[in-house]
């Protein structure tokens, strides 16, 4: 996989792409409008939490996986025969192969301003001997250990209230051994939070890119 060409979408969506040309979507969720997915598909797919920035069935639907991984409290949600993909479930604490990638998904705090929910994922994605972070909604430093961890791509969110905002964000990516590169999200609601992230992250000599 090539780290510069992973597609972002809004919010916290991704796509990333294996050397072998499998892709693999994450959290493409209702702030990307169907249109934006035109012509875009995907080979299984990745979700986090059941929060609809998260979590939407219809873009799901659009991207036409073979596969969805998602936890039990999102699977619950789903109407019977919702979507045509094989439904493969989750679980906090394990690791799993998806295609080219390996995934180990723990818990993450998503911190008083939601609405009480039973599961809030995060994952370890690996691909190709490279190492992504993706840390879903986390508001409260959580999850595996990171002070060993270096990875290749680290993806933070930056948006406040229901996350880290720009100031938690950097204090959390200075946990890691090492972060090649850095890459906020989860700012579709505060756009300006990227834009002082970016700004900490320059001052600190963060290599964070938008
Ligand atoms: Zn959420």
Do not use: W
């Not at 693999?24 to 080979?43: F, H, R």
């Not at 799901?60 to 998602?70: A, F, G, V």
């Not at 080219?100 to 039973?118: E, Q, Y």
């Amino acid at each position: 996989m090539d780290l510069k060409t992973f597609k972002k979408f809004e919010q916290s969506g991704f796509i990333f792409e294996s050397a072998s040309g499998f892709r693999l979507g994450v959290d493409i969720g209702n702030k990307t409008p169907i249109e934006n997915l035109e012509g875009v598909a995907c080979d299984a797919m990745l979700v986090s939490h059941i929060h609809g920035d998260h979590f939407f069935p219809e873009n799901i639907r659009k991207l036409s996986p073979k596969d969805l991984y998602l936890n039990d409290e999102c699977r619950a949600s789903l109407p019977e025969g919702a979507l045509s993909c094989e439904l493969k479930h989750i679980e906090a604490g394990t690791t799993f192969g998806i295609g080219d990638f390996k995934i180990t998904a723990f818990t993450v705090d998503h911190g008083p301003n939601i609405n009480p929910l039973k599961e809030n994922l995060g994952f370890l994605i690996e691909v190709d001997d490279k190492k992504i972070y993706f840390p879903g909604d986390m508001f409260y430093p959580s999850g595996i250990d990171t002070t060993a961890l270096e990875v290749d791509l680290l993806l933070v969110p930056v948006g406040t209230h229901y996350t880290f905002g720009p100031q938690e964000a950097i204090d959390f990516v200075k946990t890691f051994k090492e972060a090649r590169i850095v890459v906020p999200m989860h700012f579709e609601n505060k756009p300006e939070t990227r834009d002082e992230f970016l700004e900490l992250a320059r001052k600190e000599g963060i290599p964070a890119q938008n």
